[in-house]
Structures are given as C-alpha cells and as structure tokens.
C-alpha cells in the first residue's frame, strides 16, 4: 500500500532529476555556442575566405601547408567531432595537398 505522502516525495524527486537534466542541457548548449565563436588552428590553417559561416580571415586554397591544416583540423575534430565547419576545413586541406601532389 502506498501512502500518499511517499507517492508525493517520488514526484519531488523526479522533478528536481528533471530539473537538474534541463539545465545540464541548455548549459552544454550555451558552453558550445561560445565557443563555437572562437576559431581554432584548424580555421586559421584551412579555413575558406569565401565560408559564409567562417570563424577568423580564412586562407586561400593555394595559401594551405596541408600537413599541418591536416594535423590541425584532426586534432580540432577530436573535441568536436560533429562541427560541420571543421570538417570542410579538413576537405579543404586534403584537397590541398592533392594540389600540390598533382603540381608535382
């Protein structure tokens, strides 16, 4: 048998999980936008001038040392690997070194 006063002390506690989920949550949302902002040496080494959502000057196609962009952006990906603008950065600098492998 249940008595109400515990049923009550239940939902109290699965709200306060509730709540303390939600704001775990939208603190890892706020946390990823901010930093979103900030470029890493994968946008300075590889990032496209031309990138509507570019973080920093970006650099030309011809301007990338792939062997570090390369480095760089891997090493970016670690930490975030579902950024969308990172993963065009590193396109960008193998498509680089295939340049220059193909320039001779």
Do not use: W
Request: aromatic residues 6%; neutral net charge; glycine residues 10%.
């Amino acid at each position: 048998m249940v008595v109400p006063y515990e049923g009550a002390k239940n939902e109290l506690v699965h709200m306060r999980v509730f709540r303390v989920v939600c704001i775990s949550f939208f603190g890892l949302l706020i946390a990823g936008s901010a930093s979103a902002d900030q470029p890493t040496e994968c946008d300075r080494l590889a990032g496209s001038p031309t990138d509507p959502r570019r973080v920093g000057a970006g650099i030309g196609l011809y301007g990338i040392e792939p062997a570090h962009a390369i480095a760089a952006c891997e090493a970016a990906l670690t930490t975030d690997p579902n950024n969308p603008r990172l993963m065009f950065n590193l396109g960008r600098a193998h498509e680089a070194r295939a340049h220059r492998a193909a320039a001779g």
